[in-house]
């Protein structure tokens, strides 16, 4: 059984930083594409960033690129978010999520595409 568990959530300040990890269980970890997503209340789940098996592919949503950046280590089976300037906009839960598949090409943003998730962090960020 696949098992996602994120840390690194909290409460920060406009401008500051948080690193948010995301350690999956399983042998299997780096032959799949790996996915942050987010959700504030009262809204729906949106993509925040993703990456290919390798690392040699990231995407990004455009209200993140240039601040976040996702990142992964097959060794340790984790994947990363490095979370800078941060916003009051920013404040959601943030899940980690593994791929069906090792790439998603065009398909990166599709939470459909996701087929295990983990149980989420809470950022809040104060103004």
């Known amino acids: 059984q696949v098992q996602l568990v994120e840390s690194g959530g909290g409460l920060v300040q406009a401008g500051g930083s948080l690193r948010l990890s995301c350690a999956v269980s399983?042998?299997?970890?780096?032959?799949?594409?790996m996915g942050w997503f987010r959700q504030a209340p009262g809204r729906e789940r949106e993509f925040v960033a993703a990456?290919?098996?390798?690392?040699?592919?990231?995407y990004y949503a455009d209200s993140v690129k240039g601040r976040f950046t996702i990142s992964r280590d097959n060794v340790k089976n984790t994947v990363f978010l490095q979370m800078n300037s941060l916003k009051p906009e920013d404040t959601a839960v943030y899940y980690c999520?593994?791929?069906?598949?090792?790439?998603?090409?065009?398909?990166?943003?599709?939470?459909?595409?996701?087929?295990?998730w983990g149980q989420g962090t809470q950022v809040t960020v104060s103004s």
């Open positions: 999520a593994r791929a069906g598949r090792s790439a998603l090409q065009d398909q990166y943003s599709n939470s459909d595409e996701y087929n295990y």
């Open positions: 399983g042998r299997t970890f780096s032959s799949y594409a």
């Open positions: 990456i290919n098996w390798s690392g040699s592919r990231i």
